[in-house]
């Protein structure tokens, strides 16, 4: 069973950076997509960025590029989340979700973007609190 686990959440202020991990376990699978997705209180869940691991290409929603930065640890068996110039609003849950049977392709934003109906396992979020 496959099992995703998020960490590095906490407070950070305003223009500082953090780095989220997602751990992923119980997979026999070598290529898959992950994706890093957050939820304010109140508003929807949105696409940051995926991954497709056994391709070094990324996606990222437009808001983000720039900014954020998906990777991949293959010794870590994690997928990584580094996250420069914070601002208040990006103050979210942090959450981290893989599909094994998402194609390269759509992984990568080809016929259309990665969304969070497309991911059916999560792991349980980290939230991330940036202050003023």
């Known amino acids: 069973r496959v099992q995703l686990v998020e960490s590095g959440g906490g407070t950070v202020e305003a223009g500082g950076s953090r780095k989220l991990s997602c751990v992923v376990s119980g997979s026999t699978e070598t290529s898959y997509c992950v994706g890093w997705f957050r939820q304010v209180l109140g508003k929807e869940r949105e696409t940051v960025a995926a991954i497709y691991t056994s391709q070094p290409d990324t996606y990222y929603t437009d808001s983000f590029k720039g900014r954020f930065t998906i990777s991949q640890d293959k010794a870590k068996n994690s997928v990584d989340l580094q996250m420069n110039s914070l601002k208040p609003d990006d103050t979210a849950m942090y959450y981290c979700?893989?599909?094994?049977?998402?194609?390269?392709?759509?992984?990568?934003?080809?016929?259309?973007?990665?969304?969070?109906?497309?991911?059916?396992?999560w792991g349980q979020g980290t939230q991330v609190t940036v202050s003023s």
């Open positions: 979700a893989a599909n094994m049977h998402l194609s390269f392709f759509d992984c990568s934003g080809g016929y259309s973007d990665p969304e969070p109906p497309d991911f059916r396992i």
